[in-house]
C-alpha cells in the first residue's frame, strides 16, 4: 500500500473520530436523563482518544517513521458500567427524544465499526491492524453500553444484553 494510501485512510479515520466527538457532545447537550448525559460525555472522551491514537499513527506514516501503537491498560468502558447500573437503578424514565439521539448514535458506531473493519483488511503492517482492531473493539463496546440504554428506555426486560426475565418465571 502507497504512502498516499495510508494517510487518507488515517485522515478519513481522523475527520470520523472529530465528527464523533461533536455528535456525543450535541447528544449530551440534548439529552434529558442525567445517566445519558454521562454516558455520552464519556464516549466523547473515548472517541478524543482515538483522534489521538491515530493523529500520532499519521504523524508517523508524514515522517517516514513507524508506528507503534501503544498498549491501553484499562478499559474505559468497562470502568463505567458499574456506575451506569446504579444510576439507571436510581433514574426516571428516559422520552422518546432520547431513544432517536441514542438510536443516531448507536449507527454512529456501527458506521465506525464497519469503516475500521475495511482498515485492518487494508492495514499496511502489524502495528496498524493493531490499532484497527483495538478501534473496532472499542467502537462495539460503545454500541452495546448505548444498546444497554436502548433496552433501559424500551423496557425490553435485557440489561448488557442478557435477559432479565423470561416468560417462565
Known amino acids: 500500500m502507497e504512502k498516499d494510501e495510508r494517510v487518507k485512510i488515517l485522515e478519513t479515520a481522523i475527520e470520523a473520530e472529530k465528527e464523533t466527538l461533536r455528535t456525543y457532545i450535541k447528544s449530551a447537550i440534548k439529552v434529558s436523563n442525567v445517566v445519558g448525559k454521562n454516558m455520552f460525555l464519556k464516549l466523547a472522551l473515548d472517541e478524543m482518544k482515538h483522534r489521538e491514537f491515530l493523529e500520532t499513527a499519521l504523524k508517523a ?57 475495511q482498515c485492518i483488511k487494508t492495514a499496511w503492517d502489524d502495528e496498524a491492524k493493531k490499532m484497527f482492531s483495538y478501534l473496532v473493539k472499542m467502537e462495539e463496546e460503545h454500541y452495546s453500553l448505548i444498546q444497554t440504554q436502548i433496552d433501559y428506555i424500551e423496557g425490553t426486560g435485557y440489561w448488557l444484553g442478557i435477559r432479565e426475565f423470561t416468560l417462565d418465571d
Open 61 to 117: 506514516q508524514l515522517e517516514g517513521e513507524k508506528c507503534i501503537f501503544p498498549e491501553v491498560q484499562k478499559n474505559e468502558i468497562i470502568k463505567i458500567v458499574p456506575d451506569v447500573e446504579q444510576e439507571i437503578d436510581k433514574s426516571i424514565n428516559l422520552g422518546q427524544d432520547d431513544l432517536a439521539v441514542l438510536m443516531l448514535a448507536q449507527k454512529v458506531e456501527k458506521n465506525g465499526i464497519e469503516y475500521y473493519k
